[in-house]
Nanobody
Framework: QVQLVESGGGLVQPGGSLRLSCSAS????????MGWYRQAPGKERELVAR???????DVADSVKGRFTISRDNARNTVYLQMNSLKTEDTAVYYC?????????WGQGTQVTVSS
């Protein structure tokens, strides 16, 4: 089993920054993909960004140039640096880990962008 613990969400004004962290523990394979998804009220969950253990990334067009995903393989931790936040970035952000055929989710952390 795998457990994911997220931190770093909160309330920020438009144009501000936040950094999300997600630490994985349990049966972690050496090859995996970690990432962030988000779900706004009334909308489907969508990919924000994900990163492989080799450092290859996949970033949603809506956040390119504003959000940066990174990871520390030794600590099984993934980060999401969010800059120039917009009101439309408001959502619950979920950490995700994919390995082999399994998919794991964190409990979610709220990000609210509002003046």
């Amino acid at each position: 089993q795998v457990q994911l613990v997220e931190s770093g969400g909160g309330l920020v004004q438009p144009g501000g920054s936040l950094r999300l962290s997600c630490s994985a523990s349990g049966s972690i394979f050496s090859v995996n993909v970690m990432g962030w998804y988000r779900q706004a009220p009334g909308k489907e969950r969508e990919l924000v960004a994900r990163i492989t253990t080799r450092g290859n990334t996949d970033v949603a067009d809506s956040v390119k140039g504003r959000f940066t995903i990174s990871r520390d393989n030794a600590r099984n931790t993934v980060y999401l640096q969010m800059n120039s936040l917009k009101t439309e970035d408001t959502a619950v952000y979920y950490c995700n880990l994919e390995q082999r055929t399994a998919n794991y989710w964190g409990q979610g952390t709220q990000v609210t962008v509002s003046s």
